[in-house]
């Protein structure tokens, strides 16, 4: 009665009404002689998706913390080396992880607002003749700062060395949003999860493998059974699974793969962009503020990251927008606690969405005392939407073929 | 995946995720034993939200429309005298329908921007010394033009002139969003609809009726089967229906009428009227545009009607917010077509939903050519939100009582 | 946790899951631009279930009793002779309405348990020179008595007398799952209901209206407004309505279309005739149980209505099932009540819902002390059923057209 | 159109209505200061479920295959010895898992039919004086054969030899429907699904953890990210989670919790005995197929597993069902495959719809060529329903609380 909450943080994403209706069906028989049918064409689909044509895709009931260590218990041996940065929360998380499950991490600490940093990997590559690196790590999108990485230039840095390294790319925020090319940038990891550009709900972890990490598995001697690609391939070839899988999301994902490869991910990355770029508009409005991101060509299409003013802490815009707005906004994390909030502007949204949001933000920000002036943002956001934005083709109507 | 539609007409309005779940179930056996367990509440509540304590109440399955034609064809009979007035489309139907069936109406015409002319109505009804009107017509909220009329001085007039005729009452864009009081005021016959201040899907039609309307019922005699207030009674006083009720609105109208009666009618008025003035601040801002509603006494609380600047033809407001902006606006209707647009404000709605709807309009009407100040109604409004909202309170944790 | 409910009423039928999620949808705007591309195609459809290419389909937000009075004050006129037959709770009904509406009523009482007396009928007709009969009422499945009337052999008797009589049917628990061809049997004003063969909840009148029907629509006088043709034509025509349509339930009987005609109206038909043959075999098995309807002329493929044996109180055989095996019998209506029990057996069922059906009655008709043979009425269900079930097509994988 | 599909595999079960209403929501802020409020009493009430007052409970979003790896990952050693027995394929396929993991297996091997072998392990504990087993491993209700240990039998056995092994308890498809005591058998690490009991959909495993577990794991030392205690426990003992927790199934859990709780425990106990005795009744009329339980200690309150006549292969039994009676049964797996199905007899059932499964098992039967007679086995089980089943309850009428 109080109308809707809005959710504008960088995932769970808002679902769509046609992934909500494909998801709440009764269960069905996982086992059923038809049910391949159903499995076969989605693992067909995610690799379009994912811009792969060779390799394969797994579907773990997991999220994406649990894909990160899929891929590297199935691919790397304890002791391997690994070349991996931290310029943000999620990819610090990566480092955590690979440094638990045993590897040896040659970590690279970025400023926060920066991303993944090419030109020192390069170096690096390089100067590992005898490639003691077994894996690079990038994390694509840090959804701490809404950071986006170029993991085309990191590819050429590998080809550039000739390093037969892994490169393993945390696209958790990215796939399904904005350009990821897997097999043209020779990714041979790819994380996604469900919650994100997908639009489901969280509960699906996503690993596309390349056919090198296939052939590295082949050689990898980490323990691991649940997240073992050799029982999933058994499984996956016949359409099945190894263990009970989590039919209600892959009701949903099915829909979600009509709906990003119906539109084709090209329009898809176009409108992510147009949004973000609006939102950013609105930004550069408000007095005092400033993206993480330091500069343009770190901006993320996914989410951005926004300082607040010195004397003003995020945590009480969040709680106001929170609270009084009944919005959600993104909290700044670890060493941007209480000096930045998060806008999340991926999945499903649309330009009225985010004059919504846009105005939550404002009011918060002026409830917490900042001196921004009211409208200003979802003024220039809405120029640039009136400017940017063509009409949405009604849906066809819902009538029987001929 | 382009984001949720954006609904502000005035009906049927945004049914909150509760009552969407509410409805949601298989089909019930309508003549069950512990049937009557449901439906006897449900009326009983009904009357609470009329502030009711006499008199009856019935739900049939129809539209507004059909609540109308209950109403007159249960009370009054053929060649009646009735005093109504026409200051609207919705008003004007009505008319039309009293003298579709017969009635002998006697019209005052109005200002499409005014309501119901107590004083006209006054001298009237002190001139009928013989009591020759049988019924007086209000429509308390036009949806057309946004203009609330004055129940409570209707009233007064009426008891000022000692007259006995029937007041009815057109509730339909005003019951359970703004104040009303049928008993306090005197209401005979008042008529609601499902898909308003209910938040229900349209397919309901509501009917208050008096212990005065339930007596002239046993003097009416316009045949009638269907919308007879004697089938019901028989049925209803037994919990029952005598024929096949919509019981899934009906599961609907459980989950509303606990909505409601939770937060306590006051508190929705007040909240309806908060969200309206913010609108009436925006709309103040926008250069050349003005509310159709000829001054404060007849601002409507649920829905506002927005004349566009003379160059600007609504209807292009109107299509380009739908196309572009996923927004739908009302439209003009009858003599407003094209010279005015209408946003709905009642319902399940808050600030943020209604910054949105407001940046449609603005984007509408300055893609339309207006010279309206990008962001300057959303800055307004946005102001007047940040004063008049309280924080929501926390739903409580869906934990098991001790 | 106790598990479904199960519902072997005639009407409410049981909702499939596809229309379930397709009414389960946020509110929309009944006067957008594309609306009517929405609602001409189920106008359309509509006919092609009736088997209609002439004449016109109207959808009231009402339920079948008011569509029946639709019927009647659109073409009939004050004083009008009617023929009409009484045979069970429904045909009583519709006497007494058009009793109520002013039609001179001519009534042939027939015993419950047989159907339109067409002979009679014919006789009648054929004795009316004059043509002062105007309409001839035929109610095609009675649903209190499980009894399915003869309309084409009706048809063949008005045109033997060439009597020019329009042809009512009422055809709430027929059409949609039994045969029925408006156009090839002359029906004029045919009457359904959404909750039967559409299987979708209560809360739509279906319509299908002849052109001599319209026709004489243009002469008849009786007041009307809410079920007004006019109005509907007028907006129908550019597929809109004249008040606010119920779209939830629009949307659901799009996908209830789709249904019924992707199958095919005979197979559906036949569906139904082999579901209710194999019922029919399990209550041959019953030792004291018989059908109420008077022989295999009269059986009807939706609904069995089952006289208990003497010593057995029907009621008490539906309270039990209802609250010891959750199932919902129809019960004796009237003249039956306490001496008969209903099942239906129409809409979305299959042969395994009904040998549950057919055991909750078998434990419930134990229970209440009828000496049958536990299981013996199913086991003839099953035989009937192994023999007349072809495998259910696998529905086609979600999957994406190539 | 074609009725419900009929789920009788032993999981994924039947989603009740309540349970698919509360998980078809937007998605939700899994931050939020609120959300604490949400998680702590779910984590309480599932101890209550598990009957555990010590100890913890653990979330992940997995399936029961990966609960059981985090119950080993978390307390054990690699090289740590274990006991173990196979006497199905779940039972089969957990001591693999612990093979490949890197444990000493030493595995008692048991026909299937028979379960944990209590007496040959009480032998083994006895003999181990010097305390090389660190952990004892037990499948509760081994699912493919439909047979239920006596874990507290084995507790007996543990504490008769006065051993300190941990005890490991396969409770998948026995927690939430047949009786288990945590604490009072003294298990120390309990894993469940949230696809049988629970009534969910699959996507959660969940983890009852001892104290004396929680002991051992700070000893643990494999390499662990994902299923680490340590992550959950930090986060957890806010109310939060250390990666997007699966909030649409944390929502169904909720009000799985609310009715298993509300219900009691024993009540539910007691619902799955007298529903699979009924079952148990009917196979016994089955010429010619027998439980593979052998003997009533063993037998399943979840679980039939039915061998077929040995003429009869089980697999057509299976299709059969599917794909001509819409209704999944389970089927034979490893060295039961063509020999026997499975009827899964938990979760969300009643009387009505196991006569339905039933039926469906008597056709597939016969269309195999199966001599068993038609309705006899539905017979047996109306018969022991109707001497077992107390009248449901009604549910208390929607009506608000005065």
Known sequence: MNGI???FIPGPTNVPEEIRRAMNIPMEDMRAPDFA?????????LKEVLRLTHGRVFVY?????GAWEAAITNTLNTGDRVLMSRFGQFSTLWVDMATRLGLDVEVVDVDWGQGVPVADYAARLEADKKHRI?????????????VTSNIAALRAALDAANHPALLFVDGVSSIGAIEFEMQDWGVDLAVAGSQKG????????????????????ERATMPRCYFSFDDMIRFNDTGYFPYTPATQLLRGLR???DML???GMERVWDRHHRLASGVRAAIAEWRGCSLVAQGPQWHSDTVSAIRTPADIDAREVIATAYSKYQTSLGSGLAQLAGRAFRIGHLGS????????????????????????????GVAAAQEHFRATTAPVQSRPAAARAA
Do not use: Q
Request: charged letters at 15%; a negative charge.
């Open 349 to 376: 949204l649309n330009p009225v969405m985010l004059c919504g949001a846009l105005s939550a933000a404002e009011m918060a920000l002026r409830d917490a005392g900042a001196a921004i002036v009211p409208g200003a």
């Open 255 to 257: 829909c979600s793969l």
């Open 5 to 7: 909450r809005h959710l």
């Open 37 to 45: 049918d159903f499995v076969l064409p989605i693992l067909a689909d």
């Open 198 to 217: 997908f639009m489901l709900p969280a509960g699906l972890g996503i690993l596309g493998v390349s056919d090198k990490a296939l052939a590295a598995h």
């Open 134 to 146: 077994k894996a690079v790590f990038a994390t694509h999108n840090e959804t701490a700062t809404g």
């Open 261 to 263: 490869l119906d539109a």
């Open 61 to 65: 009931p997991t999220s994406g913390t």
